[in-house]
């Protein structure tokens, strides 16, 4: 069965960093992968993704703060954020879609707070 797992969130200070983590089973690692998130009350919105050769884009927010990474080897994609903002706070999830089919993890909780 097709799984994707985030990890990594938690509570950190304005211009803190974190890296969260997406682990994808080995039948869907092999597409683009992306990093959505939901800010309390208002709707999901892409942040960033990845295709299979390495090819990256993003969200105009995060440009510059963010960095989308996956490790072939581990079945992970990494999104590392630096110079993290109180608006930056809201639930992560990984996204893959495979012939019109959408894959979704269960998401992780990131908090940007004094």
């Known amino acids: 069965q097709e799984q994707l797992v985030e990890s990594g969130g938690g509570l950190v200070q304005p211009g803190g960093s974190l890296r969260l983590s997406c682990t994808c089973s080995?039948?869907?690692?092999?597409?683009?992968i992306g990093w959505y998130r939901q800010p309390p009350g208002k709707e999901r919105e892409g942040v960033a993704s990845?295709?299979?050769?390495?090819?990256?884009a993003y969200a105009d927010s995060v440009k510059g703060r963010f960095t989308i990474s996956r490790d072939n080897a581990k079945n992970t994609v990494y999104l590392q954020m630096n110079s993290l903002k109180p608006e930056d706070t809201g639930v992560y999830y990984c996204?893959?879609?495979?012939?019109?089919?959408?894959?979704w993890g269960k998401g992780t909780l990131v908090t940007v707070s004094s």
């Open positions: 996204h893959v879609g495979i012939g019109g089919r959408d894959y």
């Open positions: 080995g039948s869907i690692f092999s597409n683009t």
């Open positions: 990845i295709t299979r050769t390495g090819m990256t």
